[in-house]
Each structure stands twice: as C-alpha cells, then as structure tokens.
C-alpha cells in the first residue's frame, strides 16, 4: 500500500524549534517530488515548500523561507522539515504529499499537529 | 505569486442536485489546474489534475473543465459522502497556491 506517515509535530515556544518527519512506503520514493503542505486551524491549504527527487533541489513559500528547511533520505525513504525561529503563524495541520510527476500531490499524511505557544 | 479564487465560499445542496464550484486563476495558467477534496478532519485528496483528468479511483460524477484562468468542478449528482471541502491548487509556477476552498453542505 502506498502511504506517507508524518510525525514529530507537538507544541513548542516561540523562537524555539522542531523537526517534522515523514515516513513512505509502498512506492519508489527517490523517484517522486515531494511537498509539505500546512493548514492552520479552520483555515485552507498552504503550499510550504518541495524537494526535487535527488533531494539537490528545493523551493519554499517566503512565509517560511530562511527558517525551514526541507531534506530527504533516499535510503531511508523519508522526508524531513527542519523549523526553526517559529512562530504563532507556524500553528498548522503539516502534511507530507506526493508529487505525481506535475500531476497534482497524489498521495498524502494524516498530518501532524504543530502548536506554537508560550 | 498567482492568486487563487473560488466560488462559491460555500453552497447547500440535495442529494442528486448537480453543482458546480468554478476557480479563477490571477493569470493564465493553461491547464495546470489540480482539484482537492477535503473531509472534515482528513487529509485533502486529489480529484482531478491537468484541469479535466480524472484522479484513479475518483467517481465519474466528478469532472472538471476550464483553461487559462477559468475552470469548473462539477458534481453532476451530488452524493452524501460528497460533504467536504473543495480547493483547487495551480502547479503552472511556484509558489503553488491554492484556492481559498468551497464547502459543500448537503441539505
């Protein structure tokens, strides 16, 4: 079965720190893009930012740009969010997705929840 | 950034009413138009992408159509199961965006 399984959200403080995982299976990981997408509570889906699939390239929405940092492991079928500097706006559902090769994000998380609060 | 509208922000419908939710982009984006279907309380899940095609799996009472800036998602017979949010998404350039998203009640 294909799925993308995120983890590491939780609550944090203002300024402080915290890396998202993402764990896949079921499909050829070094093969896709992949994205990380937030929705703040109540809110729409934001577009966070992408990984090429060799991991060499990577874009991010300038609300997070020079604060997040997004990797992949290739051999351990994973992807990661490195956030740092957050901030109350940073409060957010994350999710892993796929890309479906410029097809549209095919394959999602459940999420994971990251509160940011003193 | 390209800017994403849709409307409506919300609608109420039967069960077999068809409905359509239209998405308008701030600039052409050819047929880079990807829709999403979001429960409540669940990940999004793609509908349509390419504007018009078809996501494996999805009913066939979904379609989409539209180029350039104007684009539709029909529901030719809304279903219960229907009750969810809909975004569409442009993937022409980056930054992606989405739409702010329609919620489709069931009356």
């Known amino acids: 079965e294909v799925q993308v399984v995120e983890s590491g959200g939780g609550l944090v403080q203002p300024g402080g720190s915290l890396r998202l995982s993402c764990a896949t299976s079921?499909?050829?990981?070094?093969?896709?893009?992949m994205h990380w997408v937030r929705q703040a509570p109540g809110k729409g889906l934001v577009w966070v930012t992408r990984i090429n699939d060799v991991g060499s390239s990577s874009t991010y929405a300038d609300s997070v740009k020079g604060r997040f940092t997004i990797s992949r492991d290739n051999a351990k079928n994973k992807l990661y969010l490195e956030m740092t500097s957050l901030r109350a706006e940073d409060t957010a559902v994350y999710y892993c997705?796929?890309?479906?090769?410029?097809?549209?994000?095919?394959?999602w998380g459940t999420g994971t929840t990251v509160i940011v609060s003193s | 950034d390209i800017q994403m509208t849709q409307s409506p922000s919300s609608l109420s419908a039967s069960v077999g009413d068809r409905v359509t939710i239209t998405c308008r982009a701030s600039?052409?984006?050819?047929?880079?138009l990807n829709w999403y279907q979001q429960k409540p309380g669940k990940a999004p899940k793609l509908l349509i992408y390419?504007?018009?095609t078809l996501q494996s799996g999805v009913p066939s009472r979904f379609t989409g159509g539209g180029s350039g800036t104007d684009f539709t998602l029909t529901i030719s017979s809304l279903q219960s199961e229907d009750l969810a949010t809909y975004y569409c998404q442009q993937s022409d350039s980056l930054p992606l965006t989405f739409g702010p998203g329609t919620k489709v009640d069931i009356k």
């Open positions: 079921g499909f050829t990981f070094s093969s896709h893009w």
């Open positions: 997705a796929r890309d479906s090769h410029s097809s549209g994000m095919d394959v």
């Open positions: 390419a504007a018009s």
């Open positions: 600039q052409s984006i050819s047929r880079y």
